[in-house]
């Protein structure tokens, strides 16, 4: 079986097969490296990290629903300095691409944190612009376009990593969303993060969540993921990293033929830390049965 096959690139960064461990999901890969060897998977995402630490949300932070969950999780992280300490010597010692999501508050957030990780290898940072901009009434930084816009323009001109941009669902045209980003100077984007949802608990006729609202991930938004990687993959010229939803190598594929030249695998590792490796395995038997590269499927669509 040749296992080349699945080999892939993003913005010029090689990767040995496409798939990710998504923000959020994976923590910085230390726990999920007692399970399996992480060093089979292409790379991970980091956890979302801010100028402080944070011990994110209070309250009811995960909660089930038909075919997928809703999650209150929050920004719980070390801080940057904290990864930059405690995590980053091991996620640069397994052979993978180290993906780093950067979150923040305001633009100074932002800028701060892209100006801190300038000098530590690290393969792309992640722009989660899913955040509140606490100085702008606390609206999402990827709602409008406009809005994004000004927040990727400024941190391009400080970051020297390559830059990633992570796309809401929420937003109110994901399409020109993307354009706007790829303009600004972006080296690529990843879609989709969660979709607002709610949960209600009748027996104590209250809202689950402190926060009111939390985002819906899993099988259950495959499908309105999968229409917007299309849709933005037919807009932009810069690569993507697909997510939504997957948890089989037939999932994964979709996505590839239909824009990503990556994915992100995430609440399936809660399903099963070792999903991954099972999305792995399939597309490696694919690609080896139909004597087609990874590469040769992607955005065929």
């Known amino acids: 079986m040749d296992n080349n096959l699945l080999a892939t690139s993003f ?9 990710v461990l998504a923000s959020g999901t994976c923590g910085f890969g230390e726990n999920l490296n007692e399970s399996f060897d992480i060093e089979k998977l292409g790379g991970i995402s980091s956890k979302g990290l801010t100028i402080n630490p944070s011990p994110g949300n209070s309250g009811i932070r995960i909660w089930e629903t038909p075919s997928g969950i ?8 070390p801080g940057i300095q904290g990864f930059i300490d405690q995590h980053l010597e091991f996620v640069n010692s397994k052979n993978l691409v180290n993906i780093v999501n950067l979150s923040g508050h305001s633009i100074d957030d932002y800028i701060r944190g892209a100006d801190l990780l300038n000098d530590y290898k690290i393969d792309f940072i992640e722009l989660n612009i899913s955040c509140p901009n606490v100085k702008n009434g606390g609206m999402n930084f990827g709602l409008k376009s406009e809005i994004a816009g000004d927040l990727v323009k400024k941190v391009r001109r400080v970051c020297k990593h390559k830059l990633i941009i992570k796309l809401s669902p929420n937003a109110e045209n994901i399409v020109d969303l993307a354009k706007v980003c790829e303009d600004e100077g972006a080296d690529g984007l990843s ?4 979709f607002l949802g709610m949960a209600i608990d ?7 969540f402190d926060n009111t609202y939390a985002g819906l991930s899993g099988p259950a938004i495959k ?3 999968l229409r917007m990687v299309h849709q933005v993959s037919k807009a932009v010229n810069i690569p993507i990293m697909g997510m939504g939803g997957i948890t089989s190598w037939q999932d994964a594929l979709e996505f590839i033929m239909a824009g990503a ?3 992100q695998v995430g609440t399936a590792t809660f399903m099963n830390p070792k999903k991954s490796l099972e999305i792995i395995d399939g ?3 694919y690609v080896n049965e139909n004597k087609v590269s990874i590469k ?5 669509l």
């Open 70 to 77: 809703l999650n209150s999780v929050g920004l719980e992280n």
């Open 223 to 225: 499908p309105l993921a």
């Open 191 to 194: 879609l989709v993060n969660t």
């Open 283 to 285: 597309l490696n038997k």
């Open 296 to 300: 040769d499927l992607t955005n065929i």
């Open 202 to 208: 009748i027996k104590n006729k209250k809202i689950v």
């Open 261 to 263: 030249s990556i994915v």
């Open 11 to 19: 913005s010029g960064v090689k990767f040995k097969n496409p798939i």
